[in-house]
């Protein structure tokens, strides 16, 4: 098993080696850790990862080949936990959920209020109470057309309009190595070149023309190195539904650092609010002021959002409305200072387009964009591009 899950970490294009491997197992055999799977994944990322930089990489290798695995194999093991809650997940006829109704925001945060009030212990199944695969608004696993989502993962129906947990993210790995060129091709659309700073390069036509002035006496002419003057706010939503776009968007952010010398990106999850942050493991340390960025950067810069735009309503325009935390302000009032500070802008959009009707909040943000969403496509990036080098 353990050569295979080798052999899965190298097709991961994770840079393994067979000592570091044979440390894995000698270790084992020697009983540092413990079987527990999490014992082994500690273990096996301090043996087999030398480069901090990998460890998002190998988490998504391990993740995938002991998917469903509480022990290492060979030793007695109960059940998975997540296996019993799939179990428990109620299975509603498409009539049973037509019947469920949304109680609308005020009335849900305030019958959640008094269900933590209320309620002593754990609860499975059932309509009301906060617990595990039910069809009450409040708990995880189940199903409700909206609701909050406390404590374990979703269940894949992505109606939850606030999660009462604390999240992780991870960040985009912007060293990917591209599917394809023609993400740069389609960027190049926005550069623009200017010469600036100090004299660095042989300017060969002006040595010429200096030198033939000077009757054959050389005469070397430099100029300032040319560079690609455009300027690039990149805000990427990270997290929740943008996991099923992880690939794409981390080759558009790989493509983004080639091709633009002058490019700050910030992370953001759903709606920009009145803080983000740069690195999605300390984003609850480390948050930076909407407001900061605006007084920072000119107006000069060029504004991407990417994102799938898909949320609750209530996040883009009510108070208290993130899914995370009580935001005083709405989102839709954040987007549209940003959109005030940086003129140029555009929204990428992985979702297909041919979804876009179906989804309320993608309606919302386009109409504040000014229709300015493009979908992730080649064709799509080449109009936002153009849109983005037209003069404001």
Not at 77 to 99: F, G, I, R, V, Y
């Amino acid at each position: 098993m353990l050569i295979d899950f080798f052999l899965h970490l190298k097709a991961s294009k994770l840079p393994v080696s067979t000592r570091e491997f044979l440390t894995l197992l000698e270790g084992l055999r020697d009983g540092v850790c413990d079987h527990a799977i999490d014992d082994f994944y500690f273990y096996a990322r301090t043996c087999l990862v030398k480069d901090e930089s990998r460890y998002d990489r190998f988490d998504q290798a391990f993740a995938a080949y002991f998917k469903g695995v509480t022990e290492i194999p060979g030793l007695e093991k109960e059940l998975p936990e997540e296996w019993l809650q799939a179990m428990m997940k109620k299975h509603l006829s498409p009539e049973e959920k037509a019947q469920l109704v949304k109680l609308g925001w005020d009335k849900l945060m305030e019958e959640f209020r008094k269900h933590l009030e209320e309620q002593k212990g754990r609860h499975q199944g059932g309509s009301k109470w906060i617990g595990t695969g039910g069809k009450s608004p409040f708990g995880n696993s189940g199903y409700h057309p909206e609701g909050i989502r406390v404590g374990g993962e979703s269940a894949g129906n992505r109606t939850a309009i606030k999660v009462w947990e604390k999240r992780e993210y991870r960040n985009l790995d912007d060293s990917l190595e591209l599917g394809t060129r023609n993400i740069k091709v389609a960027l190049r659309r926005l550069r623009r070149f200017a010469r600036e700073g100090a004299a660095e390069e042989l300017d060969l036509d002006g040595t010429i023309a200096a030198t033939a002035r000077n009757a054959g006496w050389l005469d070397l002419m430099m100029r300032p190195e040319r560079h690609n003057a455009v300027k690039v706010l990149l805000f990427l939503d990270v997290g929740g539904s943008m996991d099923d776009h992880v690939k794409a968007c981390e080759e558009l952010f790989s493509a983004c650092r080639a091709e633009f010398k002058h490019l700050e990106h910030f992370y953001f999850h759903n709606c920009v609010y009145e803080s983000v942050w740069r690195d999605s493991h300390r984003r609850h340390a480390e948050r930076i002021p909407v407001h900061d960025l605006i007084h920072k950067y000119g107006p000069d810069y060029k504004l991407i959002f990417v994102g799938d735009a898909t949320m609750s309503p209530y996040e883009i325009l009510h108070q208290h409305g993130s899914i995370e935390h009580m935001n005083r302000e709405p989102g839709a009032d954040w987007l549209r200072r940003l959109l005030d500070a940086w003129p140029a802008a555009a929204w990428l959009n992985p979702e297909p387009e041919r979804l876009w009707p179906y989804r309320q909040s993608i309606d919302i943000i386009n109409g504040i964009m000014a229709q300015r969403m493009y979908p992730m496509t080649l064709e799509g990036l080449e109009r936002a591009m153009r849109q983005l080098s037209k003069k404001t």
